[in-house]
């Protein structure tokens, strides 16, 4: 009698393979999530510190943050992760947002005059913080 060899994977084999894959993606799936949200936060304290500086320097020109009503300076609107905003506290003092959207969006960073940088609201898991920009 002659004995042929079986070419392939055995089911066991195969079910091995595919639990090691699985618990390969459970942890990599998470951790690239969170390594592509630290990527984008970047865009929102970038903006904060260049508007801060637009508004330094327009304080220079006019001894005021204030234009009329609004801040010296339009935030700007082409930022992809983040909307930033701007809010007087009379002529001498500004409180500037970068409120997150897309993948950030329970970010939220603040700057102001006095260049007190916030982290007043992050996602679960993140830490918050009254006094710096949280970005790890």
């Known amino acids: 009698m002659q004995v042929r060899s079986a070419a392939g994977f055995t089911l066991i084999e195969l079910l091995v393979a595919m639990s090691v894959v699985a618990i390969l993606a459970t942890i990599a799936i998470p951790s690239y999530t969170r390594y592509v949200q630290r990527g984008d936060l970047v865009e929102g304290t970038q903006a904060l510190s260049q508007y801060r500086v637009q508004m330094e320097q327009y304080y220079q020109d006019n001894a005021s943050y204030a234009n009329g ?36 969006n329970l970010f939220v960073y603040t700057i102001d005059q006095t260049n007190a940088q916030a982290t007043p609201n992050a996602p679960a898991g993140w830490s918050t913080s009254a006094t710096s920009w949280v970005i790890r």
């Open 69 to 104: 009503a609004a801040c010296g300076v339009v935030p700007p609107v082409t930022l992809v992760n983040f909307t930033l905003t701007c809010a007087l506290n009379g002529n001498q003092a500004y409180l500037a947002t970068a409120t997150g959207r897309n993948a950030v």
